[in-house]
């Protein structure tokens, strides 16, 4: 199962890259409109949820083409690791990373999330994009509150609505896809202790901010 998504990520990097804006595409004229919305609404609440963020530290996880990590580092982040099992999403980042010169505050690494040590904490995290394809949600929520000082933000695929059942289709050949409804959300939510958590639907996505209870 593990291999089979890192592998799809693996071909799909420069597609998927080229959802966030790479004129030349193809696949960029094609892409679904609802699809960009909801990307663009995880991202701008992502940026949003990590504020403060002089001097604090983030993790990416799934970081994909290194969007978000890149971003927080230009908004001042102290540092920013960004992992992804898929190489070629690395390349795609520390790419970025160099024609931006941010590699003293960016460092992006190939890594699968579950072998991640759990000493090392972060004062926030983002999972956008990332649940959708985790077998084990509710190990995954714990191992990233885990590892949370401050914040942690979820995507969500919503389960509802046309673009779901054309998702499935899609994804029949990709890799397996696991998709939501809010009660779903709140039964795993309510197992994580010592946090408090929002839902909120963005488009296809449902948005969760975890604030850890200090
Ligand atoms: C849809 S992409 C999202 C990329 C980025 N977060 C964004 O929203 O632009 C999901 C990424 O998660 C990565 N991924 C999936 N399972 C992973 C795992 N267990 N460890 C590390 N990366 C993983 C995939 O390789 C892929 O690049």
Redesign the pocket.
């Known amino acids: 199962m593990?291999d089979q998504?890192?592998d799809f990520?693996q071909r799909y990097a420069h597609d998927?890259d080229a959802i966030y804006g790479n004129k030349h595409s193809v696949f960029n004229a094609l892409i679904n409109k609802y699809l960009r919305t909801s990307m663009r609404l995880r991202y701008e609440r992502s940026l949003a949820a990590c504020q403060p963020i002089a001097d604090k530290t983030v993790l990416d996880?799934?970081?994909?083409?290194g969007?978000?990590s890149l971003a927080l580092a230009r908004m001042g982040a102290l540092h920013v690791t960004g992992?992804?099992?898929?190489p070629a999403?690395i390349q795609l980042a520390n790419l970025k990373a160099d024609s931006m010169q941010l590699n003293d505050s960016c460092e992006f690494t190939v890594?699968?999330?579950?072998a991640l040590d759990d000493t090392t904490h972060y004062d926030y995290s983002i999972l956008?994009?990332?649940m959708d394809?985790m077998s084990d949600p509710l190990q995954t929520i714990l191992k990233a509150v885990s590892i949370t000082r401050h914040r942690a933000v979820f995507s969500f695929p919503s389960s509802t609505g046309i673009l779901a059942w054309q998702r499935r289709l899609r994804y029949k050949k990709r890799c397996p896809l696991y998709l939501y409804s809010r009660k779903e959300l709140i039964a795993l939510f309510d197992q994580v202790p010592n946090v408090t958590y929002t839902i909120e639907p963005i488009a296809r996505d449902f948005f969760v901010t975890v604030d850890i209870l200090q």
């Open positions: 593990k998504t890192a990520f998927f996880v799934g970081c994909g083409p969007h978000y992992i992804d099992f898929a999403m890594a699968d999330f579950f956008m994009g990332f394809y």
